[in-house]
């Protein structure tokens, strides 16, 4: 083998060498963001997200505001001046006869007219005592007032503020079944709800 031969190979073996190895690649090192970077980003996403519930809260608030003003209708009673409104979303509650406790399924009743007024701020309510035809006129005002109160009490206690909430006592004078037996009773003993205020 002649110098010049000698001299080639290495010279193809040192590049077959380059080749097979390669170049060394470049190590890309990533720099973690910053404590002031993350917590800047959590702001950020924290701000986003509670003006997306807070567009949310405003579009309910609507929607429950349109659905109480259909649900309104307008009644002129005598004893109270101006315009008061009844809402199918304000559900009567009903009592035992000679009663005024709430019971359970009425308790039930009452929590969801408290998320009803709750929802609106302005609204104002009043609680009408309504008793059967049984007992005599005095009793029956006393009776119908108690069960009014005994309502009132309930709702402030899931949270309604007193001067939202007044009661009166009709007694036996405002029947919501005309009937004289047992089932047009059970349907007169109840407290009924009118808003006042919207």
């Avoid at 399924?105 to 009803?116: F, M, Q, S, Y």
């Avoid at 709702?155 to 405002?174: K, P």
């Amino acid at each position: 083998m002649t110098k010049k031969s000698f001299i080639i190979l290495i010279l193809v073996t040192f590049c077959l060498g380059l080749f097979l190895t390669g170049c060394p690649k470049k190590t890309v090192v990533k720099e973690e963001p910053s404590a002031a970077t993350k917590k800047g980003e959590a702001a950020r996403l924290e701000a986003e997200r509670a003006k997306e519930r807070e567009a949310r809260e405003r579009e309910a608030r609507e929607r429950s505001k349109a659905e109480l003003e259909k649900s309104l209708v307008a009644k002129k009673t005598p004893g109270i001046e101006g315009t008061v409104y009844e809402s199918s979303l304000l559900k009567d509650i009903r009592f035992d006869f000679d009663k005024y406790d709430i019971r359970p399924g009425d308790a039930t009743i009452l929590k969801a007219n408290a998320e009803v007024i709750k929802n609106y701020p302005n609204l104002k309510i009043q609680i009408e005592g309504h008793c059967d035809e049984r007992g005599t006129e005095e009793y029956n005002l006393a009776l119908g007032e108690r069960r009014a109160s005994s309502t009132k009490k309930y709702l402030t206690s899931l949270g309604i503020t007193v001067d939202r909430v007044s009661t009166i006592s009709y007694g036996e004078e405002r029947p919501f079944d005309t009937g004289h037996n047992e089932e047009a009773w059970a349907k007169n003993r109840r407290a009924h709800f009118i808003i006042t205020s919207k």
